[in-house]
């Protein structure tokens, strides 16, 4: 599990999968990253443009579930 994903569960109080976090929980999150935590997370975020950009419009579940 990446860094960042344990810092993001650690802040959860509610493990379902449509909860939110806190508003007080993000800064918290955001204290604890540093540039590997930030860089991990760009590349995340490109990995999966590049994976909804493979999805073919109407398949509506599948760019939800990316």
Same mark, same amino acid.
């Given at each position: 599990? =990446?860094?960042? !994903?344990?810092? $993001?569960? *650690?802040?959860?109080?509610?493990?379902?999968? !449509?909860?939110?976090?806190?508003?007080?929980?993000?800064? =918290?999150?955001?204290?604890?990253? =540093?540039?590997?935590?930030? *860089?991990?997370?760009?590349?995340? $975020?490109? !990995?999966?443009? *590049?994976?909804? *950009?493979?999805?073919?419009?109407?398949?509506?579940?599948? !760019?939800?579930? $990316?």
């Amino acid at each position: 599990m =990446r860094k960042l !994903q344990k810092l $993001i569960a *650690a802040e959860y109080t509610n493990p379902s999968p !449509q909860s939110n976090l806190s508003s007080t929980a993000i800064p =918290r999150i955001a204290s604890k990253c =540093r540039n590997d935590e930030v *860089a991990d997370a760009h590349i995340l $975020i490109n !990995q999966l443009k *590049a994976e909804l *950009a493979t999805v073919p419009d109407w398949d509506g579940d599948t !760019q939800d579930d $990316i």
